[in-house]
């Protein structure tokens, strides 16, 4: 070695000590940190090795989005003195793992006092001595400033597809109103006081259905793997409403299970939020598809697909003064299709396959139905050449009702004539092309 190389190894190595020994960083280096790792999140490589490079791929994931001020609950109030335990099911297994947390939307800095990822048991409950500590940068705590994310350092810890894993972030201090996800299909539990390693989950007493600052597990195996993770953008129908609590019967997670019954197991994320629109935000539905695709399609670790379903919120709410459908704008089909365009070329511009989605039949009105009708039309005849997508997924006709088309098939229906049931789900990923993702 050099002289100058050995000194630049040696000014390297007391840099990286005193940043070890000056605690946490502050808000605008973490932020920076943030803002660099995201522009190489998909090529994050661990090592690289005769038989290729290993890369970090997103397991699990779930769309972050901003406080409701219209519903009380835990994100509103946010934590103190208290331990929040989520359950989530792993897409692929690997031999290490990582979380990351989001303070998207916090008003301050998050403190975390500490965080365990374990083996899921029944309930808040988990696998006697399967606990794990994670780390943050070296440390048991971390602090994520308002408008940021972090991700906890690697640990061995083997995992297998569709696996249930159970974290448990423990804020000794008051976080402020939490980042979280609203309908997670799911329980949260909560507890007062430290209790990370607890392992009966007796202590956790309070539930919740949402999930908070928890929003992406990502493993990385002991060989060589391809970039070949799938995400789907969608709405409350990506997002799962209406399927059985606790089920994991969302459609993502029966594409992911589909793909392991074909023996070739691929991540498959959810960003789905419901309530979300293709165009604007929405005060329930958070920002629009347009505005968080880079954050939560292209920057996920070894995504090499999209899933689109995305549009039918902006038909069914336009004009609207209340509700989850305020500040929802009049819209035409051509701008519906114009921002499918985008997303189409943003997709593209960063390597990614994109397969589109035609809007499920939502019973709605004549002329909401003729958008709808005209959206459809133009996924399905236009090909990628001519700023298509491409390759599509028929999800209208798999579940329309053929006497009804503009309805659901009765036997695909949860009741509402909006949102699909758990055999509508599974009649949703069957419908994926397999051979095109």
């Given at each position: 070695?050099?002289?100058?190389?050995?000194?630049?190894?040696?000014?390297?190595?007391?840099?990286?000590?005193?940043?070890?020994?000056?605690?946490?960083?502050?808000?605008?280096t973490?932020?920076?940190?943030?803002?660099?790792?995201?522009?190489?999140?998909?090529?994050?490589?661990?090592?690289?090795?005769?038989?290729?490079?290993?890369?970090?791929?997103?397991?699990?994931?779930?769309?972050?989005?901003?406080?409701?001020?219209?519903?009380?609950?835990?994100?509103?109030r946010?934590?103190?003195?208290?331990?929040?335990?989520?359950?989530?099911?792993?897409?692929?297994?690997?031999?290490h793992v990582?979380?990351?947390?989001?303070?998207?939307?916090?008003?301050?800095?998050?403190?975390?006092?500490?965080a365990?990822?374990?083996?899921?048991?029944?309930?808040?409950?988990?696998?006697?001595?399967?606990?794990?500590?994670?780390?943050?940068?070296?440390?048991?705590?971390?602090?994520?400033?308002?408008?940021g994310?972090?991700?906890?350092?690697?640990?061995?810890?083997?995992?297998?597809?569709?696996?249930?894993?159970?974290?448990?972030?423990?804020?000794?201090?008051?976080?402020?109103?939490a980042?979280?996800?609203?309908?997670?299909?799911?329980?949260?539990?909560r507890?007062?006081?430290?209790?990370?390693?607890?392992?009966?989950?007796?202590?956790?007493?309070?539930?919740?259905?949402?999930?908070?600052?928890?929003?992406?597990?990502?493993?990385?195996?002991?060989?060589?793997?391809?970039?070949?993770?799938?995400?789907?953008?969608?709405?409350?129908?990506?997002?799962?409403?209406?399927?059985?609590?606790?089920?994991?019967?969302?459609?993502?997670?029966?594409?992911?299970?589909?793909?392991?019954?074909?023996?070739?197991?691929?991540?498959?994320?959810?960003?789905?939020?419901s309530?979300?629109?293709?165009?604007?935000?929405?005060?329930?539905?958070?920002?629009?598809?347009?505005?968080?695709?880079?954050?939560?399609?292209?920057?996920?670790?070894?995504?090499?697909?999209?899933?689109?379903?995305?549009?039918?919120?902006?038909?069914?709410?336009?004009g609207?003064?209340?509700?989850?459908?305020?500040?929802?704008?009049?819209?035409?089909?051509?701008?519906?299709?114009?921002?499918?365009?985008?997303?189409?070329?943003?997709?593209?511009?960063?390597?990614?396959?994109?397969?589109?989605?035609?809007?499920?039949?939502?019973?709605?009105?004549?002329?909401?139905?003729?958008?709808?009708?005209?959206?459809?039309?133009?996924?399905?005849s236009?090909?990628?050449?001519?700023?298509?997508?491409?390759?599509?997924?028929?999800?209208?006709?798999?579940?329309r009702?053929?006497?009804?088309?503009?309805?659901?098939?009765?036997?695909?229906?949860?009741?509402?004539?909006?949102?699909?049931?758990?055999?509508?789900?599974?009649?949703?990923?069957?419908?994926?092309?397999?051979?095109?993702?």
């Amino acid at each position: 070695m050099g002289a100058k190389k050995a000194l630049a190894v040696l000014l390297g190595v007391l840099t990286a000590a005193s940043t070890l020994a000056a605690g946490p960083p502050s808000p605008a280096t973490a932020a920076t940190t943030r803002i660099s790792s995201w522009s190489t999140d998909r090529g994050s490589v661990e090592h690289s090795s005769a038989a290729g490079a290993v890369f970090w791929r997103g397991s699990w994931a779930t769309a972050q989005q901003r406080l409701n001020p219209n519903v009380p609950g835990w994100a509103r109030r946010g934590f103190a003195g208290q331990s929040v335990r989520q359950v989530v099911r792993l897409s692929v297994g690997g031999s290490h793992v990582r979380i990351r947390l989001s303070n998207l939307y916090g008003n301050t800095t998050l403190r975390l006092t500490g965080a365990t990822i374990a083996r899921a048991g029944a309930g808040a409950a988990v696998k006697r001595g399967s606990q794990r500590n994670l780390a943050f940068g070296g440390h048991a705590w971390a602090r994520i400033p308002h408008g940021g994310e972090l991700d906890s350092d690697r640990l061995a810890m083997r995992t297998s597809a569709l696996e249930k894993v159970t974290v448990t972030l423990y804020f000794a201090r008051r976080t402020g109103p939490a980042t979280y996800h609203s309908q997670a299909m799911a329980t949260s539990y909560r507890a007062t006081g430290d209790h990370r390693v607890d392992p009966t989950g007796r202590a956790f007493t309070q539930t919740s259905r949402s999930w908070y600052y928890l929003t992406r597990i990502d493993v990385r195996g002991a060989q060589a793997q391809p970039r070949n993770g799938i995400v789907a953008l969608g709405d409350s129908i990506t997002d799962g409403y209406s399927s059985t609590l606790n089920a994991n019967r969302r459609f993502p997670d029966r594409l992911a299970e589909r793909l392991v019954r074909n023996r070739t197991p691929r991540p498959v994320l959810n960003a789905g939020i419901s309530a979300n629109r293709l165009l604007s935000a929405s005060p329930c539905g958070g920002e629009s598809a347009t505005a968080r695709f880079r954050r939560d399609v292209v920057l996920q670790p070894g995504v090499h697909t999209a899933i689109i379903l995305e549009g039918i919120n902006d038909i069914r709410t336009q004009g609207s003064t209340s509700g989850c459908g305020q500040g929802a704008p009049h819209i035409t089909a051509q701008r519906l299709i114009n921002g499918h365009r985008n997303l189409i070329k943003w997709a593209h511009q960063r390597g990614l396959k994109v397969i589109g989605a035609t809007l499920l039949p939502c019973s709605c009105v004549d002329g909401n139905e003729a958008m709808r009708t005209a959206v459809n039309r133009w996924i399905r005849s236009t090909p990628p050449g001519r700023g298509g997508y491409d390759a599509v997924a028929d999800l209208d006709r798999a579940l329309r009702n053929p006497n009804r088309p503009g309805t659901l098939l009765p036997r695909y229906d949860s009741g509402d004539h909006i949102h699909p049931n758990d055999a509508g789900y599974q009649r949703m990923a069957q419908a994926i092309p397999l051979t095109r993702l």
